[in-house]
């Protein structure tokens, strides 16, 4: 290394073009990578489940959709109805749209005398608008059995849905959409929700954010090392070091096809705060180093080789940390842990070549400056600090006990969040209205049960016995609170027989039942895209359906995490106790792909911090030599990470797809401080001899002042991340900070004083 850095101080220049050409290469791939909006995308694939929808599904929940509602006193006016019309009409011409589900293409039964006949809901060929035809339409609407999801029970409200395809620009789409429902608005209250729209807003948030929170951390750093050098040469070279390193890592995820996602938006950000903590170890060394007068530039090879190995092992336990995250089970997830990682390696590079070139360049520090690093405030304030830790060490001793048990206390009364409706700034319209829609017609979250004719008889659920059996197990799911609304075979059959006989249950005759089958065959041909029966029954009736929409009956909002998964638990024991084995019940839908988040995210937690503690723990007893020093680089992580659990219980923030990196990010960054300390807690050892009162204020004087001004810097630039318009991306700043304040105070109160507890015991092995 000190040949190769000697090398680089002879030829800066070309050293320094050579870098740059890579830099240049990076940022054309850079320049490939987009931002995926989709949170949808984030769930992990469940084999079973997917399987299952495979198998059952119409396959309609692969694509993106849009749910127009209108709210008026009367919505049943010429006016209204014409408006509506028309925004349908103008929806439903974009060429991503596939048709649309509203009340003015509604198919319904109608009973005639001792018939029943297939019409339309709406009686006119367009909007309608005299008199007879509006109340035959509100008359028709309002009795079909299938406009549950059209219309509100009182009338009031009148709701669309337009299935879609993948749309290429989500931000033109947006303002088309938009503009047509301002046109509305005149008229009527209007409601949008759907895919679209809340696909749009994220990535407006995530395109936004990326430029608020990189110009942010790009400021925090430039007054920061500013403030603790005083040099011009202190702040351009490091901001030129982190600016290419996350252009490096930015180019990584080009040229792994990686794209920016809800957890991946704050790589480029924590790469540019992370980074900086290598510059800021160089540049202490440089001047505390720097002659006041040289013949040649190799002393700064010397300072270089000598900060290496801190360098080196930081950035190795940093990868550590964001490397753990790869066994997650989410790809994105993953993918943010290896384009971090990437952008570490290179920041570590750039300050080991790049900065040592550029500075071999420039003339002598001033002694002032070199006299503000080995002399300054900080440096005899963390002196002090070192002499008072020794004093106190059985009370900061004790201060862990009292955070481990706090954290065995708090830790199970940590909280998941799988609720992406919890994501959004408050006042978010498309929030607002999609609770509004899911509040007053229906909820989006849907739960299938199918079962499968014994040996695949055709028309096996057409026989009277089954269906009155399936009817009957139909309604004691619907006598479970947080089951809305039921739809089946069964109780369509239910309700065209009341129509006929004016009786609500299953006909006792195959043959009627056979008719009203022929009828529903004939209605969910011409009904196409408005129909509500395709996933409920396939063509030979060998597959039965029966669709539960589900929500909170208490807020009537969603169902997530505990309460999903509670649900799931009652409808599971009452298809093990009251439906028919041989049907073989599966339990399938999209709204299921949520229920084992919040297990993924706990098992993935556990994992990853298991994974580089151990991984931690390994690598610094290796390139310490000492297992005593290994043991000791993990009591500040100890620290931080039991602090930041407590934290997050006392504060009620919620682990999710983001916050759930805390803890392996902290450990990473944070071990680098407790390996700073205690290289430089051996090499004073080694000068000054068996004396703590003298190590270890020494130690203190040379490590804390680039171990307080590290991580001030990466807490400062990652504090940015709260003005994240995103709450995940707010709380992991917040956390992250708090983490990295905690292991800071691990590692210049905790370890020192561990280390004069245990002395003796370090300096036997040490003789060994």
Not at 402 to 428: R, W
Not at 719 to 725: A, H, K, M, P, R
Request: glycine residues 6%.
């Amino acid at each position: 290394m000190n040949r190769l850095i000697e090398h680089i101080i002879r030829f800066p220049k070309r050293y320094i073009a050579i870098m740059l050409l890579v830099t240049l290469l990076m940022g054309y791939f850079a320049s490939k990578v987009t931002i995926n909006p989709d949170i949808e995308t984030l769930i992990p694939k469940d084999d079973r489940l997917s399987e299952l929808m495979e198998v059952y599904d119409t396959g309609t929940s692969d694509f993106d959709y849009l749910a127009l509602v209108i709210e008026s006193e009367d919505p049943f006016q010429p006016e209204i109805l014409a408006a509506y019309y028309k925004a349908i009409e103008k929806i439903a011409s974009f060429e991503f749209i596939n048709g649309s589900t509203s009340p003015f293409n509604l198919v319904t039964f109608q009973s005639s005398g001792r018939k029943i006949e297939i019409v339309a809901v709406n009686p006119a060929s367009g909007p309608p608008e005299t008199e007879e035809e509006i109340a035959l339409f509100k008359k028709r609407l309002l009795s079909s059995p299938f406009a549950e999801q059209i219309v509100s029970r009182d009338g009031r409200i009148l709701c669309t849905y337009f299935p879609s395809g993948k749309v290429e620009d989500y931000n033109a789409t947006m303002e088309d959409l938009q503009s047509l429902v301002e046109e509305l608005s005149r008229v009527s209250k209007t409601y949008l929700t759907g895919s679209i729209p809340f696909i749009q807003r994220i990535l407006y948030y995530l395109t936004r954010d990326l430029v608020k929170l990189l110009s942010a951390g790009m400021a925090v750093i430039l007054i920061l090392f500013y403030l603790g050098f005083r040099a011009k040469r202190a702040v351009t070279l490091p901001v030129s070091v982190v600016l290419m390193g996350t252009l490096w890592s930015l180019g990584f995820m080009g040229l792994a096809g990686y794209t920016l996602t809800v957890v991946s938006i704050i790589a480029p950000p924590l790469v540019l705060t992370l980074g900086s903590s290598y510059s800021i170890h160089l540049l202490n060394q440089y001047y505390r180093e720097a002659p006041l007068h040289a013949e040649n530039n190799l002393w700064i090879a010397e300072a270089t080789v000598r900060i290496t190995k801190t360098i080196f092992l930081a950035a190795i336990t940093t990868v550590i940390g964001f490397a753990s995250l790869i066994p997650s089970a989410m790809k994105q997830t993953k993918e943010f842990g290896l384009s971090v990682s990437a952008g570490i390696i290179a920041c570590a590079l750039l300050s080991l070549f790049f900065l040592p070139a550029a500075l071999s360049l420039l003339s002598l520090p001033r002694e002032k400056q070199k006299n503000l690093v080995t002399q300054g405030l900080l440096a005899r304030l963390m002196e002090r600090i070192g002499k008072g830790v020794i004093k106190r060490r059985y009370l900061l001793a004790g201060l862990l006990l009292v955070i481990i048990v706090l954290f065995l206390i708090t830790y199970p009364s940590l909280v998941y969040q799988t609720n992406f409706m919890k994501y959004f700034p408050s006042g978010e319209r498309i929030i607002q209205d999609t609770e509004f829609i899911n509040q007053n017609i229906s909820s989006f979250q849907t739960i299938q049960i199918t079962f499968s004719a014994p040996a695949g008889e055709e028309n096996y659920f057409l026989k009277p016995e089954v269906l009155s059996s399936l009817a009957s197990f139909e309604a004691q799911l619907k006598s479970i609170p947080n089951v809305r609304t039921t739809a089946s075979l069964a109780s369509f059959m239910e309700k065209l027989n009341e129509m006929q006989s004016g009786v609500r249950e299953i006909p006792k005759s195959r043959g009627l039942i056979s008719l009203l089958a022929r009828y529903i065959k004939i209605f969910n041909e011409e009904a196409s895209s408005s129909s509500f029966i395709g996933n409920l029954v396939n063509s030979d009736f060998t597959i039965f359906t029966i669709s539960m929409s589900v929500y909170d009956p208490y807020t009537k909002g969603f169902l997530y995490d505990k309460d999903m998964a509670q649900l799931i638990k009652i409808v599971q024991e009452l298809v093990d106790s009251k439906a028919d084995p041989q049907l073989k019940p599966e339990i399938w839908g999209n709204s299921l792909r949520f229920t084992n988040l919040s297990m993924i995210l706990s098992r993935d937690q556990r994992v990853s911090i298991v994974i580089s503690v151990i991984l931690v723990f390994l690598v610094s007893t290796l390139f310490l030599c000492s297992l005593y020093c290994g043991v000791m680089a993990i009591v500040p992580l100890i620290t931080g990470v039991m602090l930041n659990f407590i934290f997050m219980v006392v504060f009620s923030i919620p682990l999710d797809m983001t916050t759930i990196m805390v803890a392996c990010v902290a450990i990473g960054v944070g071990v680098d401080n407790s390996i700073h300390f205690l290289i430089q807690f051996q090499r004073q050892r080694a000068i000054l001899g068996d004396n703590p009162d003298r190590v270890i204020p020494e130690t203190m004087a040379v490590a804390g002042r680039p171990i307080f001004l590290t991580t001030l810097s990466i807490v400062c630039g990652l504090f940015v991340l709260t003005l994240s318009s995103f709450k995940p991306i707010a709380f992991f700043g917040y956390l992250i900070s708090g983490a990295l304040l905690s292991t800071l105070f691990g590692t210049l109160f905790i370890l020192p004083a561990c280390l004069s507890l245990f002395w003796k015991r370090y300096r036997v092995r040490g003789n060994r």
